[in-house]
Each structure stands twice: as C-alpha cells, then as structure tokens.
C-alpha cells in the first residue's frame, strides 16, 4: 500500500524546468482543462505552484463562455500533497509567517470554489494531503478504481486545516474527524462512499470517457443557472427550511424572468435548443 507520508515527500533530485506550472486548455465550447504540470514531484504543492493555480483559477472566475472546468494532474498521479522542499522551509519560518504562507493555499482553494462554471476533479494515482483537499474543493470527484487518497497531515504532527471548510462540506464532519486523526490511506470505493468521489471508472481510458460524457451534458445546461445553482446550495446547506423560504422563493421568480431562464422555457416549450446549446 502506498505510504501517505514516504510517497509524497521523497526527495527527487531531478531538476526539470518549472517554466510552466499549470497548463489551461479550453475548447471552443468552452470545456476547459487546468493540469497540475510537476509530474517529476507527483504534483505535490510548492509556494509557486499555488500561486499558479491561484493565478489559474482567478482567470476562469472572469473568463466568458467556460462551461466546465477539469482538474488534473500530469503523469498519472493528481497531487501527492506538500513538497518536502516546501516543507522543509516552513520549519525555520515563524508562526506569522507560516500563517502568510498557508493563506496564499487557502486563498488559492477558495479561488477554485469560487469558479461559476461545474468543477470537476479527475483523481487517478494519489490524492493526498492538500491534493485531496483540492479534490474536495471542485463541485465534483471522478477517480480511477486505482486511485488512493489520504488527509495524512497528522501523522507529521499538523492538522488538515485550510482544506477542512471544502472536506467537512464534501464528506461530513464524522467522516472528516476519523480521517483527519488517523490519516489512514484509503481507496476510490470508500472515497465514492462516504462523498468525497462521484463516481468510480476502471482506468485512464474510463477517465477519459468520463471526462468527454460530463463536457456534453454540461453544454445542455444554461451557464447562468449552473453558477446560480451552485451558489444556492452554499446559501441553504444547513439552514432551517423556514429561515431560507423566501430567499428561495425570490431567486427562483428571479430566473423565471431572466432571459437565459425565459428562453430555457421557451425552447423547451417549442421543442428546440436553447440558445446556449451547440
């Protein structure tokens, strides 16, 4: 079984170019793919790859026509967590300066929570660490049979703390207690089960499959909605019914006569695509 504190942080000399962290590839219908490019650290985070994917994430918060949105990472493996590099400074840093330095991942996590458009998580390889935390921020997980997760913070003495709001939110804080404090590794099967994965494929190819289904039926749903949809979930989890009523009452008479929403229904009605249908 893989080691979710050996596997991550082991030392690798080689010294590939870092010219380009994170690669963005959209398509012309607006599916777009973000690919954690530091294969030769099995995408463990560093300070520059965090801000990469910070920069990467604010771009597509204000980019027009993005439908979708898939995290990956290069070489077959998603993130492996910190980088022993990274880490290892953060020993001879100051409380005030680690503080700093875990801002710029939370900022960059709530970067990826705060994109309009579906998120999707493709998992294969590890997730570990602040990986499955970036997991657990997208709006959804698809990971290969393969796949292996773990929040393995405690067992170097630290906590899972600036991915917690987006893995309490994901699997729930009984799940989340018993992995925080034991930091045990754990497979796609149990990740699906407890809600941290949305679905399961076989291997790379089914990934692959996977990833081209959800692009598709993405372009049936209205962009506007989607991103109302998402923020209405964040708005009402947890809250009594009769506290959030009117609320739900509103936003729903205010997208009846949107335009995207009046010409939803009248496609539907005339038995023809939606305008922002391909």
């Known amino acids: 079984m893989t080691n979710p504190i050996a596997d991550p942080l082991v030392e690798i000399t080689d010294t590939d170019a870092e010219s380009r962290l994170v690669d963005i590839d959209a398509t012309p219908e607006g599916v777009a793919t973000v690919t954690l490019n530091r294969a030769f ?41 910190a980088d022993l590099e990274w880490m290892r400074e953060a020993i001879d840093r100051t409380e005030s300066d680690n503080r700093d330095d875990a801002m710029q991942l939370a900022r960059m ?31 959804m997980a698809v990971a ?36 925080f404090a034991t930091g045990k590794v754990f497979d796609a099967a149990h990740a699906e089960k407890i809600g941290l994965v949305n679905e399961v494929v076989a291997d790379t190819a089914a990934l692959e499959a996977a990833r081209d289904r959800i692009g598709v039926e993405m372009m049936a749903c209205g962009p506007e909605a989607v991103a109302a949809s998402k923020k209405l979930v964040e708005d009402v989890a947890y809250r009594p019914v ?3 009523m009117e609320e739900t009452a509103r936003r729903i008479a ?18 023809r695509k939606p305008n922002w249908q391909v």
Do not use: M
């Open 41 to 81: 650290r099995r995408n463990a985070f560093n300070a520059e790859l965090i801000a990469a994917l910070h920069e990467a994430f604010e771009t597509l918060q204000g980019a027009e026509g993005v439908r979708v949105v898939f995290l990956r990472g290069a070489g077959g493996t998603f993130s492996a967590g």
């Open 109 to 139: 996590l709530k970067s990826l929570w705060d994109i309009p458009a579906l998120t999707v998580a493709l998992v294969e390889g590890g997730a570990f660490g602040g990986g499955a935390g970036l997991a657990a921020a997208c709006d």
């Open 144 to 179: 290969t049979v393969d796949a292996k997760f773990s929040f393995s913070e405690v067992r170097l003495g630290l906590i899972a703390a600036t991915i917690s709001p987006y893995v309490v939110g994901a699997i729930g804080p009984r799940q989340a207690r018993a992995l």
């Open 242 to 244: 009769e506290d959030v």
């Open 254 to 271: 205010r997208t009846r006569v949107s335009p995207e929403g009046q010409e939803g229904v009248r496609a539907f009605l005339e038995k």
